[in-house]
């Protein structure tokens, strides 16, 4: 207990010395940690030009993934005013089958991330791509609310498993360097399919029957993405890792599995948390934003759409931007900075009743809000066992999302409940400050979690997944030791050292070896 209080001392005071942790490689292929004050990273192009064909063609792939199943999930909270006429039910009743969906995508997560790690990231994911799209159809062909549920249900299933593994599967290759941008721009991956999905919706308009054109548009977009997948070879780095874990077999992998559990369990408690205040704020602030505008605001299906879209876009921008920035001030001086800001720009967010109004302070907001979850990808791959990357990145999103499923209900429910007046005096129900004091709320706990975290920025991912899945079970008389996690050794020796550092990142080497 008491070098988990100091790790968390030296974590928050970290926060307030401008030199950062990190960790590079040096010329023998020794990964050591470091502590320098922060450089400004290259120009982008220049990190974009570094990345190899190759590179580039599992990075899409893995962000189109991603792409997909935002858009799906955003179909169903674009459209909840639709559904609820169709299906003759209240919005309340409709955001049910958002926290179904939300609820059982920590199952999807655990099944297809461990198919992930054991099997590699191409087949689950296909499969997983195509039963997305079935079960959109599906959707569409749903004749009652209880099928409608039951349908979206199984999607959460579905939807679950792509996280985890088109995030491992994009970011272990990238160069360390460039890692910041890209996962900025692979998170926003979200963004741009509410964005889409916002475009559809003002395209096909709002009658009640066209909600069924943007399911279809989703089942073909999923099953388009799963033959892509299809047709691209299976990762180097993870080739590489099953090499060397030739001859070991579900035992070993479920032995590896608990030892991981076993010995980290800290780190896996400390993600699911930060993902928590992460999906709560960012359901929060906008899946009921539509309907915030519309009800609370007047403005038309269209007005309400073309500000929904101008929103992403200032989110897509923000992600990125704190993803590279992200490179230079640390991972979790960018969360916590991000988090400060959404709390300053929720007046400009919720009180404006113009269009034009609305319009710039959900940009502005969710350049902030989408800033902090630019960082995501890369810090959960970056503090994660890399043997089980892809379960431990998707099983801590998606649990984080379990506990925040009720949010959209909540936000409903307690909206409808009460009423006050809007600007042309009428009586509307309270989405904005119902929205407006959860969104502070847990930005507030975002601050103080991601002030306590570990930071790891620059640790080797392909070194670490590569090397050490096959390490995980020969190895386990060091503090750590079974973990599947890379070695860091001291400039002055090859052996392995527990190190001890203090506050201000100094490396001291304890005088017993271990």
């Not at 988990?4 to 010329?27: C, I, M, P």
């Not at 792939?61 to 169709?86: C, E, P, R, T």
């Amino acid at each position: 207990m008491s070098t988990t209080v100091q790790n968390v001392k030296e974590s928050v005071v970290a926060l307030f010395h401008w030199r950062t942790r990190g960790y590079y490689l040096d010329a023998e292929g020794v990964q050591r940690e470091t502590c320098e004050t922060p450089k400004l990273p290259p120009n982008p192009l220049k990190l974009i030009r570094k990345i190899t064909l190759r590179i580039w063609i599992t990075y899409t792939i893995g962000f189109l993934a991603w792409f997909a199943d935002a858009y799906d999930f955003h179909s169903l909270s674009i459209q909840s005013v639709k559904l609820a006429k169709h299906f003759n039910t209240t919005k309340s009743q409709v955001s049910e089958a958002i926290t179904l969906t939300l609820l059982l995508r920590s199952v999807g997560a655990a099944i297809f991330g461990i198919f992930a790690d054991y099997f590699g990231r191409k087949y689950p994911m296909v499969i997983n791509m195509w039963l997305l799209g079935a079960l959109q159809i599906g959707t569409i062909y749903s004749q009652t609310f209880q099928q409608f549920l039951a349908v979206r249900a199984l999607f959460g299933l579905a939807m679950g498993g792509v996280y985890g593994a088109a995030a491992s599967m994009a970011l272990e290759s990238v160069p360390s360097d460039a890692r910041g941008l890209m996962s900025g721009i692979f998170q926003q991956g979200y963004s741009l399919g509410y964005v889409i999905a916002a475009c559809i919706n003002l395209a096909v308009g709002g009658d009640v029957a066209s909600w069924q054109t943007m399911f279809w548009v989703g089942a073909a977009l999923s099953f388009f993405v799963g033959t892509l997948r299809l047709i691209c070879p299976e990762s180097k780095e993870f080739t590489e890792s099953r090499k060397l874990n030739k001859g070991q077999g579900t035992a070993d992998f479920r032995k590896n599995f608990l030892l991981m559990l076993k010995t980290e369990w800290g780190i896996c408690v400390y993600a699911v948390v930060l993902m928590t205040w992460l999906c709560w704020i960012s359901h929060t602030s906008q899946d009921s934003y539509t309907t915030f505008m519309i009800v609370g605001k007047s403005l038309s299906n269209s007005a309400a759409s073309r500000t929904s879209i101008l929103m992403k876009s200032g989110a897509c921008i923000g992600g990125a931007i704190t993803g590279y920035l992200s490179q230079w001030c640390g991972r979790r001086r960018a969360m916590v900075i991000t988090a400060l800001l959404t709390i300053c720009l929720i007046p400009a967010w919720i009180l404006p009743n113009s269009e034009a109004g609305l319009s710039v302070g959900s940009f502005l907001l969710q350049m902030n809000v989408q800033g902090a979850w630019g960082v995501v990808p890369i810090y959960l791959a970056e503090i994660s066992p890399p043997a089980f990357r892809a379960l431990f990145i998707g099983v801590t999103y998606q649990l984080g999302n379990a506990i925040s499923s009720p949010s959209t209900q909540i936000v409903n429910e307690l909206a409808e409940r009460h009423h006050i007046k809007d600007h042309l005096g009428r009586q509307v129900e309270a989405y904005g400050p119902v929205m407006a004091i959860m969104t502070a709320i847990f930005a507030g706990l975002l601050v103080v979690t991601a002030a306590v975290g570990p930071e790891k920025k620059g640790i080797s991912l392909q070194r670490g997944l590569a090397e050490d899945t096959g390490q995980a079970v020969r190895d386990t008389s060091v503090k750590g030791g079974g973990l599947p996690f890379p070695r860091t050794e001291t400039a002055n020796d090859s052996k392995s050292f527990e190190l001890r550092r203090d506050v201000t990142g100094r490396t001291e080497l304890p005088s017993k070896v271990v």
